[in-house]
């Protein structure tokens, strides 16, 4: 209590002032910049994008640090690349009648939005 109203007497308010705090370290703009020009395709250079870990390990980031600057700063978010199953056209056919199907089973009304 003493504290704060010696902070009010100080400063005026009792809110933290800029500058105060631990100083960014890995969250700079410089390192910013760099994970932003590696997380993005390059105009000339189709799926030229890079991984987490390895934008970690060319920016000389932790992965950590590297998730927290796509998710915070870039406001972007990261997925992981999977390896799918190729569907042929009788896949195709036969998913879309099954799917025709499970949507019979619940009326318009019931369900806002239903996708497949």
Not at 73 to 88: H, P, S, V
């Amino acid at each position: 209590m003493i504290h704060l109203l010696e902070k009010i007497d100080k400063y005026g308010c009792v809110e933290r002032l800029a500058g105060s705090g631990r100083p960014r370290s890995t969250r700079t703009a410089e390192n910013v910049e760099s994970v932003c020009e590696l997380v993005h395709s390059q105009e000339d250079h189709p799926h030229s994008h890079h991984s987490v870990r390895q934008i970690a390990r060319e920016a000389h980031i932790s992965r950590s640090s590297v998730h927290n600057i796509i998710k915070k700063d870039l406001q972007m978010k990261c997925f992981k690349r999977r390896k799918a199953q190729e569907l042929t056209e009788a896949n195709k056919v036969a998913r879309r009648q099954r799917a025709k199907e499970l949507l019979k089973k619940y009326p318009a009304h019931s369900v806002d939005f239903i996708w497949f």
